[in-house]
């Protein structure tokens, strides 16, 4: 046979890996996919589904199944999509049970803390005059807005997480493209920060980061969303001891530089994810389109 013929005659599995969104986490993903001979794989963050094509669905899927939970990820299998009365596709997995309503709760906690303290540490960071300060603040309320986006995309249609997905990106782009602007002109004052107030504020968000997943704890096993929680939670704590470490190096220097060093850091990584979300979303939305054409009127 042919590899044009082989092309033709391969099958489309997509799934749904609950909880996964981020780009890390997709390239895993997509890694794992291709370890067992899977070359045709896309892996959205903005909707968390796994596209791939196989010529041989009985034996590779399986495969694809054992090597991706096998590094710690759930999959839910979608059956052929249904185009609804509003030209959505609906691909929602049969079983949503894992998400509990204690779970649920949980998430709400996370939400609250992310965003109550992104709210005061941007008043830290203006009180403080710290650009760093002010980024990870942007970092907490992002983290808490993506999160009550996601409880409240639960049961949702691809089309509609695409959505919902595009929206985020769209607003994570815009707070790096303003912290950054800000940074610029602060480069500009040369206006060094209160060092002692930036770094009290960076070591309670530390802190706060860690308590964020206490309420996760009890629903550590069986569900990618809390992976998902602990990867942000890993990649904030670094980000906040960047912050503590730029304080010292603040008064240790008598300069700002360490300060908007970090906050372009900060902000440059807002800029990546933001541009993973908004490429995926767009990506998902144009896969439903082309559905939505095929399907029977």
Same mark, same amino acid.
């Given at each position: 046979?042919?590899?044009?013929?082989?092309?033709?005659?391969?099958?489309?599995?997509?799934?749904? %890996?609950?909880?996964?969104?981020?780009?890390?986490?997709?390239?895993?993903?997509?890694? =794992? =996919?291709?370890?067992?001979?899977?070359?045709?794989?896309? /892996?959205?963050?903005?909707?968390?589904?796994?596209?791939?094509? /196989?010529?041989?669905?009985?034996?590779?899927?399986?495969?694809?199944?054992?090597?991706?939970? !096998?590094?710690?990820?759930?999959?839910?299998?979608?059956?052929?999509?249904?185009?609804?009365?509003?030209?959505?596709?609906?691909?929602?997995?049969?079983?949503?049970?894992?998400?509990?309503?204690?779970?649920?709760?949980?998430?709400?906690? %996370?939400?609250?803390?992310?965003?109550?303290? #992104?709210?005061?540490?941007?008043?830290? #960071?203006?009180?403080? !005059?710290?650009?760093?300060?002010?980024?990870?603040?942007?970092?907490?309320?992002?983290? !808490?807005?993506?999160?009550?986006?996601?409880?409240?995309?639960?049961? &949702?249609?691809?089309?509609?997480?695409?959505?919902?997905?595009?929206?985020?990106?769209?607003?994570?782009?815009?707070? #790096?493209?303003? /912290?950054?602007?800000?940074?610029?002109?602060? /480069?500009?004052?040369?206006?060094?920060?209160?060092?002692?107030?930036?770094?009290?504020?960076?070591?309670?968000?530390?802190?706060?980061?860690?308590?964020?997943?206490?309420?996760?704890?009890?629903?550590?096993?069986?569900?990618?969303?809390?992976?998902?929680? &602990?990867?942000?939670?890993?990649?904030?704590?670094?980000?906040?001891?960047?912050?503590?470490?730029?304080?010292?190096?603040?008064? &240790?220097?008598?300069?700002?530089?360490?300060?908007?060093?970090?906050? %372009?850091?900060?902000? !440059?990584?807002?800029?990546?994810?933001?541009?993973?979300?908004?490429?995926? =979303?767009?990506?998902?939305?144009?896969?439903?389109?082309?559905?939505?054409?095929?399907?029977?009127?």
């Amino acid at each position: 046979m042919t590899i044009a013929a082989s092309t033709n005659n391969a099958e489309t599995a997509r799934y749904r %890996v609950p909880g996964m969104d981020c780009p890390s986490c997709a390239a895993k993903i997509e890694k =794992a =996919a291709r370890s067992v001979g899977v070359d045709d794989v896309k /892996v959205s963050t903005a909707t968390q589904v796994m596209t791939l094509r /196989v010529d041989d669905p009985e034996t590779r899927l399986p495969e694809v199944e054992r090597a991706v939970t !096998g590094i710690g990820y759930r999959l839910d299998r979608l059956d052929a999509p249904s185009v609804d009365a509003e030209g959505d596709i609906d691909d929602l997995p049969k079983d949503l049970s894992h998400i509990t309503p204690a779970y649920k709760r949980a998430l709400w906690i %996370v939400v609250a803390l992310n965003v109550g303290y #992104g709210i005061v540490e941007m008043f830290g #960071g203006f009180l403080s !005059g710290s650009q760093a300060l002010k980024a990870d603040a942007l970092d907490f309320l992002g983290d !808490g807005l993506i999160t009550f986006l996601g409880i409240l995309a639960i049961g &949702w249609s691809l089309v509609w997480r695409a959505r919902s997905a595009l929206i985020q990106g769209l607003f994570l782009g815009a707070l #790096g493209l303003g /912290v950054l602007a800000n940074t610029a002109y602060r /480069v500009l004052v040369q206006q060094q920060p209160e060092a002692e107030l930036m770094g009290l504020f960076a070591v309670i968000a530390l802190v706060v980061n860690v308590v964020a997943v206490l309420p996760l704890l009890p629903y550590r096993t069986g569900d990618a969303n809390v992976r998902a929680v &602990w990867l942000f939670s890993r990649n904030d704590a670094i980000g906040n001891a960047a912050v503590v470490v730029a304080a010292g190096l603040v008064a &240790w220097t008598a300069s700002p530089w360490p300060d908007l060093v970090v906050a %372009v850091v900060i902000a !440059g990584l807002f800029l990546q994810s933001s541009w993973s979300i908004i490429r995926d =979303a767009r990506s998902d939305l144009n896969e439903a389109a082309s559905a939505s054409a095929r399907a029977p009127a």
